[in-house]
């Protein structure tokens, strides 16, 4: 007879995947062993065994779970009628703000990722293509001339835009909504007008 799934299966997932990230990313994924994982989460390591099969799959769920949602959020924002210089702007705070609070998940991605296996990464990174994809569309449309007619300087720019967005996440991991929204403007500006005018 197959096991019946609790009630609560999906809420007592979605602690596993909070506090495992949390492990992951203080510990490092090679180091923390599922014993550790299921200590921390207040379970047996049997119980946990439940959830999970292996550490990879755990690994595989947090990612996926994080990933997919961010991905949600970036193309569902809403940015009809808006021109493209707005949208970045609106892009940027979009990703930022999705930032807050999941700085576990998005620390171990660059560890966790080439431990799976090839399907589960093309998974994953379906998701940040999807995601960087959406900047660099914008980009294109903010200068059509240059970004959209040169595939290498656009690609510079998006991954030059990211690695903004990621800084900011690294240094200011306590950072308020506000100032999120503040340095996202900042980000944007930048990218738009250049150095010289890039805080205006």
């Not at 492990?23 to 062993?33: C, K, L, N, Q, Y």
């Not at 961010?70 to 990703?95: K, W």
């Not at 991991?173 to 738009?192: C, E, G, M, V």
């Amino acid at each position: 007879m197959a096991r019946t799934i609790a009630k609560d299966y999906d809420q007592k997932r979605q602690h596993i995947l909070t506090v495992a990230a949390e492990v992951f990313a203080r510990e490092g994924i090679a180091r923390a062993s599922m014993n550790e994982v299921a200590r921390a989460c207040g379970i047996s390591k049997a119980n946990i065994y439940h959830y999970y099969a292996s550490k990879d799959e755990l690994v595989f769920d947090i990612l996926d779970s994080y990933l997919s949602e961010l991905r949600d959020i970036v193309v569902a924002t809403d940015r009809a009628g808006q021109t493209p210089a707005e949208q970045l702007h609106s892009i940027t705070r979009t990703i930022l703000l999705a930032y807050d609070g999941m700085d576990n998940e998005h620390k171990i991605q660059s560890e966790g990722l080439p431990l799976l296996d090839e399907a589960q990464q093309e998974v994953l990174k379906g998701y940040q293509r999807a995601i960087v994809d959406e900047v660099s569309t914008i980009l294109k449309d903010v200068a059509p001339s240059t970004l959209g007619a040169d595939a290498k300087a656009c690609r510079h720019v998006t991954m030059s835009v990211f690695g903004m967005l990621n800084w900011f996440y690294m240094w200011h991991p306590k950072a308020t909504q506000d100032a999120r929204i503040d340095y996202a403007k900042s980000i944007a500006n930048l990218t738009l007008n250049g150095i010289s005018q890039g805080m205006r």
